[in-house]
């Protein structure tokens, strides 16, 4: 018995008892009131019967894109007053509208949609299935909680960081790439790379003509040819940290989240141009993808990239032991034979790891060359992450001074790399890699 209702009903015997014992009427009266909020209040039920059905405009998008959610709420029986609230995932941004209403039900089912836009700020797999409500009673001073559940899934992306502006520029001011036969020239090997339309020159032989078949049936001409892997292709390895180090910032956008938007960005940018590239975590929970190219390679790494942030020990193929830079370099040195590949770090340099990236870089320069005039084949994106946690000026100067001392400390690292620094804060991965690059020239 709710505890509202138990003072009722004291109150309506103590009223009753004394009325009855002194004798008087105006009590015997007055006992009758309390009764009468029991007797209603339990004839009269709180809202309840309620059904939520929630849309959301795409079940995929990209870090920073909006997205436009509508919930439709119907509740059948019951009157009084009800609270709801569509739950958002703490890593999302309202931007419009509103996820909360309150409502009077009253003898008629009742109606109501909610429409909000939110901003998706940090990439992964999110659930948005609860929704939560709170009836009260009208007379009585209890409420019923509830909640609705709605089978809806959201994968955010890494944002794409576009190099468009890097592709357009001459050779001078263009990211490093490796050396190495170009994949163009390279003899066709047995590993399938995609499906593609005819183009004048192709073989009849590499034609697939069960889809070319099927498309005809759609009322495509235009047969398709199965496209296989080239020999000789220019290899990519990219070491993304994944280490306690990289949790650094504030709770919706930290440097993880930033270093995972520099990672995809890259491996996009890379196998637009041919080139076969790997995946390599170190620091964490190790994610090693073996190099390829092509669109299916570009889906593999996006899609454990979205994992990443949080994912849980051994829920990947994907998954190796935990080593760090330097071990990761020597465990896949097997991979390096007769090439020449190019080596990008992503990470964010600090004291605690600058002896673990010295090794990892010296690692490295075992399996690559530098010649005179020309852009080491190592590469490193430092992500500066000290004016993210900054609120005010005093904050802002004090990160300044942390940051300066980084420099001097990476001095060493610095002569053995490509060094970008990356303030999130300040501008654009694409400008930082630009302005690193023609520094390095």
């Not at 018995?1 to 009325?19: A, K, T, V």
């Not at 946690?389 to 001392?405: C, G, K, T, V």
């Amino acid at each position: 018995m709710p505890r509202y209702i138990y003072g009722i009903g004291m109150i309506f015997l103590l009223l009753l008892s004394m009325g009855i014992f002194l004798a008087n009427n105006i009590l015997i009266f007055l006992s009758m009131i309390p009764l009468t909020f029991m007797a209603v209040g339990y004839y009269i039920k709180a809202p309840h019967g309620v059904v939520i059905k929630k849309t959301i405009s795409r079940n995929r998008v990209s870090s920073g894109e909006l997205l436009d959610v509508s919930v439709n709420i119907r509740v059948e029986s019951g009157i009084g007053v009800i609270e709801i609230s569509d739950l958002v995932p703490h890593h999302f941004e309202l931007v419009s509208g509103s996820n909360f209403c309150v409502l009077w039900k009253g003898s008629e089912p009742e109606m109501r949609v909610l429409n909000y836009t939110v901003k998706c700020i940090s990439s992964g797999k999110y659930l948005l299935k609860s929704t939560v409500w709170k009836a009260r009673h009208p007379i009585c001073n209890y409420s019923i909680d509830g909640i609705c559940q709605n089978a809806i899934s959201l994968e955010v992306s890494p944002r794409l960081l576009g190099f468009k502006k890097i592709r357009a520029m001459s050779g001078a001011s263009s990211l490093p790439l490796p050396e190495g036969a170009l994949a163009t020239l390279g003899m066709t090997t047995q590993e399938f790379k995609e499906l593609r339309t005819y183009c004048p020159g192709d073989s009849f032989k590499s034609i697939n003509w069960k889809v070319t078949s099927r498309n005809l049936l759609r009322g495509e001409v235009w047969p398709i040819v199965n496209e296989f892997e080239k020999e000789g292709k220019k290899s990519v390895w990219i070491f993304l940290d994944t280490s306690g180090l990289m949790s650094f910032g504030p709770n919706v956008a930290d440097i993880k989240e930033y270093s995972i938007e520099a990672a995809y960005a890259l491996s996009e940018y890379y196998l637009g141009k041919n080139c076969s590239v790997s995946l390599h975590t170190y620091g964490g929970n190790g994610i090693f993808i073996r190099p390829s190219s092509g669109k299916q390679q570009q889906y593999r790494i996006l899609r454990e990239l979205i994992r990443i942030k949080y994912r849980k020990p051994a829920t990947s193929r994907y998954t190796a032991a935990v080593r760090d830079l330097e071990e990761n370099v020597h465990a896949r040195r097997g991979y390096f034979t007769s090439t020449r590949p190019l080596f990008l770090i992503v990470t964010r340099f600090c004291t605690n790891n600058s002896d673990e990236i010295l090794r990892g870089i010296s690692e490295m320069t075992k399996y690559t060359t530098m010649r005179r005039g020309c852009l080491p084949s190592i590469m490193l994106i430092n992500i500066m992450g000290y004016r993210l946690m900054a609120e005010n000026q005093h904050e802002m100067q004090a990160s300044d001074i942390l940051e300066a001392m980084n420099k001097i400390i990476s001095k060493k690292v610095r002569n053995k790399c490509v060094w970008i620094d990356w303030d999130p804060t300040k501008g654009s991965l694409t400008g930082a890699l630009l302005k690193g690059v023609r520094v390095s020239i």
